[in-house]
């Protein structure tokens, strides 16, 4: 059984900085695809970023350029820097396999981890 493990997350001023980390056990980072997703209340889960076993990303529209996605294989974890973080950034996020075209999430999901931003 695979869990993941989201951390990092925290309450931050708009323009401020955050940065994510997840970390799992087996070999699924270096299998799959990964992702950042995030579910703000009462919003539908959206992917927020993405990375191959190879190292080629994708991000969301409304990201991009702001946030940049990263993995360790050795140590099974991938990263998300967030930089100038905007009100609208504020939600749970969480990491999983996938990422749109690169794959389904795992039915599973972990407990995320909170971002909020505000002043």
């Known amino acids: 059984q695979v869990q993941r493990v989201e951390s990092g997350g925290g309450l931050v001023q708009p323009g401020g900085s955050l940065r994510l980390s997840c970390a799992a056990s087996?070999?699924?980072?270096?299998?799959?695809?990964m992702g950042w997703y995030r579910q703000a209340p009462g919003k539908q889960r959206e992917l927020v970023a993405a990375i191959t076993s190879g190292g080629s990303t994708k991000y969301a529209d409304f990201v991009k350029g702001r946030f940049t996605i990263s993995r360790d294989n050795a140590k099974n974890t991938i990263n998300l820097q967030m930089n100038k973080l905007k009100p609208e950034d504020t939600a749970v996020y969480y990491c999983n396999t996938g990422g749109g075209t690169w794959g389904p999430p795992d039915e599973y999901w972990g407990q995320g981890t909170q971002v909020t931003v505000s002043s």
């Open positions: 087996g070999t699924i980072f270096k299998i799959y695809a």
